[in-house]
């Protein structure tokens, strides 16, 4: 770990305090060619990864900015050699465990988005322990989807409604936009204004399907552990100078 120094407090003043986005989310994407290009192996990159997050995490608390939400493991990314999706989730378990009263000191409310109930019933104990000693907190609201996939999540959703029409307890025309948002693991959570990935890709990857129907994109070559403090800086100065129409004029 490099001894870089802590964010400052302040905004920057190119930005405008009124216009920062309530809630961004990001794609974390690149760790292994950061680790590749440097002759490492991949988990060195997912190492520094979690660098990366803390500082943006503290910034983001600091900048006044509302919402984070960071794509940490895909339901996809089960698919990986297991000795990687071992040395991840063993990371997260671990990371949890030894920032959490930091975060918490901090003001930070944790929560997690995904299909939890297949992730290592270790790392699940420590989620359950972050979420509860957390819900409390009045600064940032922090989520990590973790075994997320965006499809899964509206499947699970739908499951939910129909058991519910099926018991009588609901209707088919009491279904709307409004009732469906609630069904999702994100129920009670602003939609992200801004979703920011790094590393190139032009995708999605299965993140936020149904959340991010309204969100600007900022796409960054810069690979996730590389993502600092003036990557981000320029992405809320680009976010300000769009105009968000939502289909109006
Ligand atoms: C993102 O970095 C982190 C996770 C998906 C867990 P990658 O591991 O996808 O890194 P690249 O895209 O292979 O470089
Ligand atoms: C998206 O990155 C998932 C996370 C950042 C956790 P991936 O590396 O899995 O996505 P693809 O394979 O490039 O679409
Ligand atoms: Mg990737």
Known sequence: MTAEPLVTASLPSNLDRD??????AVIMDGNGRW???????????????????KKLLRTCNDWGIGALTAYAFSTENWGR???????????????????????????????FVGHLESLPVSLQTEIDRAVQQTRDNPGIRFTVATNYGGRQEIVQACQAIATQVQ??????????????????????????DLLIRTSGEMRISNFLLW??????????????PDFDLAEFQQALSDYQQRHRRFGKL
């Open 19 to 24: 216009r920062l986005p309530h809630h961004v």
């Open 35 to 53: 680790a590749q290009r440097r002759s490492l192996p991949r988990i060195m990159g997912h190492r520094r990864g979690v660098d990366t997050l």
């Open 81 to 111: 050699p297991h000795t990687e999706v071992d040395f991840l989730m063993t990371l997260f378990e671990r990371v949890l465990r030894q920032e959490l009263a930091e975060m918490d000191a901090e003001g930070v409310r944790i929560q």
């Open 167 to 192: 018991l009588g307890k609901l209707a088919p025309e009491d279904i709307d936009e409004n009732l469906f948002s609630r069904h999702l693991y994100t129920a009670g959570s602003t939609d992200p």
């Open 211 to 224: 959340q991010l129907a309204y969100a600007e994109l900022y796409v960054t070559d810069t690979l996730w």
